[in-house]
Nanobody
Framework: QVQLVESGGGLVQAGGSLRLSCAAFGSTFSTYDTAWFRQAPGKEREFVAGISWAGGNPQYTDSVKDRFTISRDNAKNTVDLQMNSLKPEDTAVYYC????????????WGQGTQVTVSS
């Protein structure tokens, strides 16, 4: 069992930066692939970025490539999302999720953190 807690969201002007952090509580988190998703009002939840349990193979949705960076520190049980050059369309609730089996099925989710980008 793993509990995920996101932090770092907030209000920022377009062009600014935020760093989201996902803290995991559970001894097996370091063996789980992890990802960030987001959901904007009236839209479906979408994949933003993912990283393997070992910290390799980072993947990004096209709209955030070259602006967002995902990283993890297994010693601290954290996965971060550095978001630069933010745009109003990045406004959403951001969720951290963990995939225990490497099957791209995310069994564990955090409660989400709001990111609002003003124009």
């Amino acid at each position: 069992q793993v509990q995920l807690v996101e932090s770092g969201g907030g209000l920022v002007q377009a062009g600014g930066s935020l760093r989201l952090s996902c803290a995991a509580f559970g001894s097996t988190f370091s063996t789980y692939d992890t990802a960030w998703f987001r959901q904007a009002p009236g839209k479906e939840r979408e994949f933003v970025a993912g990283i393997s349990w070992a910290g390799g193979n980072p993947q990004y949705t096209d709209s955030v490539k070259d602006r967002f960076t995902i990283s993890r520190d297994n010693a601290k049980n954290t996965v971060d999302l550095q978001m630069n050059s933010l745009k109003p369309e990045d406004t959403a609730v951001y969720y951290c999720a963990a995939d225990p089996w490497g099957s791209e099925e995310y069994d564990y989710w955090g409660q989400g953190t709001q990111v609002t980008v003003s124009s």
